[in-house]
């Protein structure tokens, strides 16, 4: 079993759906949850990040971490065409402080909206 | 991908040849990484440096070996490129305090 499992689609919506974006994860351990974007033929970028259980919100986006159930979730409001992207999931146990990271990444989900 | 840029963006090579795919950065961050993306894998570590002469290996490094003689480059060679290693090759930065990595824009490689 992978430690993060993501689903990678296709996903194909209406412009202006609602996007819902998931993973579930194994290693209790993660405590630091991210989320990429990846155009085609780019490098991913990261998007959102978030610490812990709870929201984030930034624009249209809203990052959800569920700890007790091991599953975060990227939703996307008013999808755009520009919304057309990969997006992985990405964590860490913890933030070093020297800058070291070991990111597990999600497959990504390959998502596209339809005019 | 500002401060982090990799090259060439796109090579074709034949089978059993030696490639180097190079990484350079401006940020001055001590640790780099190089990772391969490829349909169904999704992204895999092959080796990673935390200072100059400093490596280690990721999940994914037979066949791979890296070099990194100045903070800036880091350097992934292919001793005998084979099929196996036709993918996608990003390079990434890491810095103190920061979320995850910066990614740079890969560099596309098909071995023939």
């Known amino acids: 079993q992978k430690e993060v499992e993501q689903d990678p689609g296709p996903l194909s919506v209406p412009e202006g759906a609602i996007v819902s974006l998931n993973c579930t994860y194994s290693?209790?351990?993660?405590?630091?949850f991210m989320w990429y974007r990846q155009y085609s033929r780019k490098g991913p970028e990261l998007l959102m990040y978030?610490?812990?259980?709870g929201n984030k919100e930034d624009g249209r986006f809203t990052a959800q971490v569920d700890k007790s159930s091991k599953y975060i979730s990227l939703f996307i409001r008013d999808s755009q065409p520009s919304d057309s992207a990969t997006y992985l999931c990405a964590m860490i146990p913890r933030l070093n402080s020297g800058g070291y990271q070991k990111v597990t990444f999600g497959i990504g989900t390959k998502l596209q909206v339809i005019p | 991908d500002a401060g982090i840029t990799q090259s060439p963006r796109h090579k074709v090579t034949e089978t059993g040849t030696p490639v180097t795919l190079r990484c350079h950065q401006t940020?001055?961050?001590?640790?780099m990484y190089w990772y391969r993306q490829d349909p169904g894998h999704g992204l895999r570590l092959i080796h990673y440096s935390y200072g100059v002469k400093d490596t280690d290996k990721g999940e994914v490094s037979d066949g791979y070996s890296v070099s990194r003689s100045k903070t800036e480059d880091f350097l992934l060679t292919l001793e005998s490129a084979t099929s196996s290693q036709t993918s996608v090759y990003f390079c990434a930065i890491s810095g103190p305090g920061l979320y995850g990595y910066t990614f740079g824009s890969g560099t596309r490689l098909t071995v023939v």
């Open positions: 978030t610490y812990s259980s």
């Open positions: 290693n209790s351990a993660f405590q630091y």
């Open positions: 940020e001055n961050h001590r640790y």
